[in-house]
């Protein structure tokens, strides 16, 4: 006993190409292409002016629709990706002005280091010259 193939009608095959489309399984048009009215038309291996409002009008109603929600998540994703964006670039600069903040301390606390030697090398001098002792060369840099 043979089946014969159930034949769909002309708007099954339009939302199964709506369907396929929403899903990205496309058998017609490339992969990715976006859903319009047009392209559920070619999916479905129809003319475009075949999916007419006045033949089709809840399935023209859903497709548009879905574009139009499609294109405020797009929207919305658009300025997440803006907002981060911004944010990392304010995190870049705010690294960059905490960098030279810890150079200049670094630069400031070694030279406050360098001047607290050269004094204690002074105060040794000085200490030593009113000993009567002659100063003993003092080497700059690490005490010991």
């Known amino acids: 006993m ?6 769909l009608t002309a708007e099954q095959r339009f939302r199964q190409a709506f369907q396929r489309l929403k899903e990205g399984k496309t058998e017609v048009v490339e992969r990715g292409a976006p859903v319009s009215q047009n392209n559920v038309a070619k999916e479905a291996g129809c003319d475009p002016s075949a999916l007419r409002k006045e033949r089709f009008p809840s399935l023209v109603r859903e497709i548009q629709a879905y574009v139009e929600i499609q294109g405020q998540q797009q929207s919305s994703k658009r300025q997440e990706k803006l907002q981060q964006r911004r944010s990392r670039a304010d995190l870049a600069t705010q690294l960059e002005e905490i960098a030279a903040q810890r150079d200049s301390a670094q630069s400031q606390l070694l030279s406050a280091h360098r001047r607290i030697v ?8 000085a200490r ?12 700059l840099g690490r005490e010991r």
Do not use: D, V
């Open 2 to 7: 043979s089946r014969a193939p159930i034949e």
């Open 118 to 125: 050269e004094l204690t090398a002074e105060l040794k001098a």
């Open 128 to 139: 030593n010259e009113s000993s009567g002792q002659s100063a003993a060369p003092i080497q």
